[in-house]
C-alpha cells in the first residue's frame, strides 16, 4: 500500500540554526500538508499546500516557515531560526481528496 | 473557535470487554468528522470519516457513529492489537481538510 514518507525520522538542531525536513507524498496525490504535535498536546495543523502554492496556514505558519514542492516527488518544510519551542513531531500528509494519509513524523528537538 | 474534546484520556479493558470511547465537538459547518489510530512513535492511520448525523462506520471490531454534537468509537471483543491512541479530528467550513483534533484516548487492552 502506497504510504507517505519523511526524512529523518528524528533531527537535533541547536537553537537559531536552519532545519529542512523533508516529505514524500503518496505518488497521485495533489493536495499536501504540514501538521505537528508537541508533545503530550494535540496535532495541529500548520499549512495547506495544492498547485504550488499554499492554500491555507495556522497563525502558527509565521514568517519563519515555509513550504516548498522542489521537485515531482518531494514536499519539504523548512525553519529558518529554530527556537526551543518548535521541539515537536512534525507529519507530513497528503491526500487525493479527503482523508488525510499522514506520515510516521520527524521529531525535532532543539537544544 | 472550533474545538473537539475526547473522553476518556486513557482507558483499560480486558481482552473481550467492549467499550465506546466519546468525541464532543464544536465545529462550525461541519464537512467531516475522522477517527484515526496513532501506533508510538506512528503518523495517524485513518479509520473512519463520518459526514452526517445518524451515519455510522463498521471495520472489523470497530464501529464509529456520529450525532450533531458527538461520535463515538465503539469497540466490541477488543483484542491486545487494539491497542492505541485513538484521535477524532472535525474538519469545519475553515479551510479544506483543515482539521482539528483532539488530545486522543490511550487504549490499553490487556490478555
Known amino acids: 500500500e502506497p504510504e507517505v514518507t519523511q526524512t529523518p525520522s528524528h533531527q537535533v538542531t541547536q537553537m537559531g540554526q536552519e532545519v529542512i525536513l523533508r516529505c514524500v507524498p503518496i505518488s497521485n496525490h495533489l493536495y499536501f500538508y504540514w501538521y505537528r504535535q508537541i508533545l503530550g498536546q494535540k496535532v495541529e495543523f500548520l499549512v495547506s499546500?495544492?498547485?504550488?502554492?499554499?492554500?491555507?496556514k495556522s497563525e502558527i505558519f509565521d514568517d519563519q516557515f515555509s513550504v516548498e514542492r522542489p521537485d515531482g516527488s518531494n514536499f519539504t518544510l523548512k525553519i529558518r531560526s529554530t527556537k526551543l519551542e518548535d521541539s515537536a513531531m512534525y507529519f507530513c500528509?497528503?491526500?487525493?481528496?479527503?482523508?488525510?494519509?499522514f506520515g510516521n513524523g520527524t521529531r525535532l528537538t532543539v537544544t | 473557535e472550533d474545538q473537539v474534546t475526547q473522553s476518556p484520556e486513557a482507558l483499560r479493558l480486558q481482552e473481550g470487554e467492549s467499550s465506546s470511547l466519546n468525541c464532543s465537538y464544536t465545529v462550525s459547518g461541519l464537512r467531516g468528522l475522522f477517527w484515526y489510530r496513532q501506533d508510538p512513535g506512528k503518523g495517524p492511520e485513518f479509520l473512519f470519516t463520518l459526514y452526517s448525523a445518524g451515519e455510522e462506520k463498521e471495520k472489523e471490531r470497530l464501529k464509529a457513529t456520529l450525532t450533531k454534537k458527538e461520535s463515538f468509537l465503539h469497540i466490541t471483543a477488543p483484542k491486545p492489537e487494539d491497542s492505541a491512541t485513538y484521535l477524532c479530528a472535525g474538519e469545519g467550513n475553515t479551510g479544506f481538510q483543515k482539521l482539528v483534533f483532539g488530545t486522543g484516548t490511550r487504549l490499553l487492552v490487556s490478555p
Open positions: 499546500f495544492y498547485n504550488n502554492e499554499i492554500s491555507e
Open positions: 500528509a497528503s491526500s487525493e481528496s479527503s482523508p488525510l494519509h
